[in-house]
């Protein structure tokens, strides 16, 4: 375990829970980034044609166990903008300072061309859809970054609003007739979610850090709405993961101004439910005052070419060696 130099101080906290390459075989070390993702603007977050939102009924809080209707942010909402942004962040710095990718690599895309040996198939996971061609090994790439749904804090019925389209012809200027109504999230409704990186080098968390405070556009229709801003609450290191993310918004929504002091609330929470996890020592917590200069210096952080060069060693070097073990399971 070791902080690579050059890395700020606070991150010495994380320092037992960071690998200095990535393993073969998953540890215990676990990272969870608390977060609060806040709509800016009008939103989709659905995945059936019916062009309904996704919603669930929950407890209203952790003590009130009333029904109530949240809408729904499914984990993959939002992992893929955050997979595919992770990717194009670690291309344009390996541009910027002049880092020569390899040409699978270069030509890395979801989902049908992963290369299973950049940093993002090597976090995020991959699958070949290459039909197998004999003698050659058909291996995949497990995820090493886990998403669950996020639950709004609000209900459903205060964050909803079904708007209609209309379409302008550029010959009359005049509207035609109205297109399809959408359900959409109004801004302001803000989602709590819990991310868990497991077995990850500290290069791997620094650049999925600044994913996380860079991804912008989340949900259905993006091109025309959809901004959301992501905010980082609590760090939580550990053997397993601290809290789910629906446990955190019934902890939040228990509180009368849960968005009053979000980092103070948070850090209330994972203090409690530190007390109850399976190793209570091996947790580690960086909230508070320590958790805003810690993201002060995620924001600053500068990537060097020698960063960039580790990772892509260090991906490289893992596809190596999952391929060869593959081969002698042949």
Known sequence: MSIPE???SSFKPLKPYLLEQVPLLRSAQTIQIISLRQTHDYAIFRTEETRELNVATTPTSIHNMSPQVRVVMLAS???????????TLFRSLAGELEVPLDTKAQNCYLKDNLCRRCPRCVLFGAVTTE?????EER??????????SGYSLERYEDIYELMTGTAVSDETTSTGRALLSTENVTPIANFPSAISLNSVTAHEIM????????TKSYGAEGRIKGDVVNHVLGIAAGYEEIITSLELVL?????????????GSVEEILKRYAKNTAFPSKVALITGAELENFIDDVRNYEFTK??????QRESRSFAERVEKAAAEEE
């Open 251 to 263: 902890e939040l929504a228990d509180l009368s101004e849960p968005l009053h002091s979000p980092v």
């Open 77 to 87: 909402k939002q992992k893929a903008p955050e997979n595919r942004n992770y990717i």
């Open 306 to 311: 020698e960063d960039i060069e580790k990772m």
């Open 139 to 148: 291996w995949n790439i497990k995820h090493r970054i886990e998403y669950s």
């Open 6 to 8: 050059g890395f700020p």
């Open 207 to 214: 650049l999925y850090l600044k994913t996380l405070l860079a």
């Open 131 to 135: 039909k197998r061609v004999r003698g």
